[in-house]
């Protein structure tokens, strides 16, 4: 059994920063690809941004350059630093990992979210 927790929401004014962290854990083998969605009420959820094992991070028009993903990979943990935040970033932000698991001698992976930290951007 896997899972992912979200910590790090919450309230804050507009161009203020928040930074969400989350953690895989459980029976893990090895963590590829971990990102960040966030869906807003009344909205589908949306891409926010991804990053490999290696590093390489890929990011929805709407967060370059005022977000940075980053991960530590000894902890299974993703960051996302949000700064510059306005209203229309307020939404619950759901983490996102494809953890491989070990099952006998056969690794599967597992597509695993979070149940969603809020992000609330108001004066």
């Known amino acids: 059994q896997v899972d992912v927790v979200e910590s790090g929401g919450g309230l804050v004014q507009p161009g203020g920063s928040l930074r969400l962290s989350c953690a895989a854990s459980g029976n893990i083998f090895t963590v590829n690809d971990m990102g960040w969605y966030r869906q807003a009420p009344g909205k589908q959820r949306e891409l926010v941004a991804t990053?490999?094992?290696?590093?390489?991070?890929n990011y929805a028009d709407s967060a370059k350059g005022r977000f940075t993903i980053s991960r530590d990979n000894a902890k299974n943990t993703v960051f996302l630093q949000m700064n510059s935040l306005k209203p229309d970033d307020s939404a619950v932000y759901y983490c996102?990992?494809?953890?491989?698991?070990?099952?006998?001698?056969?690794?599967?992976?597992?597509?695993?979210w979070g149940q969603g930290t809020m992000v609330t951007v108001s004066s």
């Open positions: 996102n990992a494809d953890i491989g698991v070990l099952s006998g001698d056969l690794l599967r992976f597992l597509e695993v």
């Open positions: 990053i490999t094992s290696g590093g390489s991070a």
